[in-house]
């Protein structure tokens, strides 16, 4: 069974630029979430998906980060504009069905450093 | 609100030695609860979970855990470390439909 697909793995850009991040969750799974995990910290919830509604966004910092479930398969992240404080790893991640007694599965992340 | 603690920042142990690694969490209502491993350049990675029945459950890797719901706590064992256990481990929670996770507990097993 393939996993959850992250690309791409490594972005450096510059602050005040944006970027995209891509995710292509389990196929089925029909919950999709994007953690922000910062160095020597856990993973922090950014934005929750079932389907291609929100579940729950209410982490994700609105002014500059944006995100999206089109037709509830891929997802994509965009920061814009970047800070130096977004320089972290973005973790997706899939479960089945609506989430409750399932568990998730994480891709490879895409490690973002903003210089 | 829902949150996650674990109190033991860096462990290091030697071969052979027991493990035990606190997880403590706060939310009232009833919850899924796990532990997940990230190896050194690795994904993060399932070791066990519980969603409900036996509060002692195994996982992959001679890990264990043992739900304490008195105590709110979700605390991973293993009798025996290896090199090759040398790893982050998260716990996670979720209630309603959130998934939280700790700060991560980093394990240093000594040969």
């Known amino acids: 069974e393939a996993g959850v697909a992250q690309s791409p793995r490594y972005k450096i850009i510059e602050k005040r630029q944006s970027v995209a991040f891509w995710c292509n969750p389990i196929?089925?799974?029909?919950?999709l979430y994007w953690y922000q995990q910062i160095l020597g910290q856990g993973p922090k919830l950014l934005i929750q998906?079932?389907?291609?509604?929100?579940?729950?966004d209410s982490q994700l910092p609105k002014d500059r980060f944006s995100a999206e479930r089109l037709k509830g398969v891929d997802s994509t992240l965009k920061i814009q504009p970047a800070k130096l404080e977004d320089s972290a790893v973005y973790l997706c991640?899939?479960?089945?069905?609506?989430?409750?007694?399932?568990?998730?599965?994480f891709g490879q992340g895409t490690r973002l450093t903003v210089v | 609100a829902q949150s996650v603690s674990q109190h033991n920042h860096h462990v290091i142990l030697s071969e052979a030695a027991s493990l035990e690694l606190g997880c403590n969490y706060s939310?009232?209502?009833?919850?899924?609860l796990f532990w997940y491993v990230q190896y050194p350049g690795q994904h993060l990675q399932l070791l066990l979970k519980?969603?409900?029945?036996?509060?002692l459950v195994k996982g992959i890797k001679g890990f264990e855990a043992e739900f304490i719901k008195s105590k709110f706590s979700f605390n991973l064992r293993k009798p025996s470390v290896q090199w090759s256990d040398t790893a982050e481990y998260f716990c996670?929670?979720?209630?309603?439909?959130?998934?939280?996770f700790g700060t991560g507990t980093r394990l240093t097993v000594i040969p």
């Open positions: 991640a899939s479960s089945p069905g609506p989430g409750w007694n399932t568990e998730a599965f």
């Open positions: 196929s089925g799974h029909a919950t």
């Open positions: 939310y009232g209502g009833t919850v899924n």
């Open positions: 519980y969603f409900s029945g036996d509060p």
């Open positions: 996670a929670v979720r209630g309603a439909n959130n998934l939280f």
């Open positions: 998906f079932q389907n291609n509604g929100v579940v729950d």
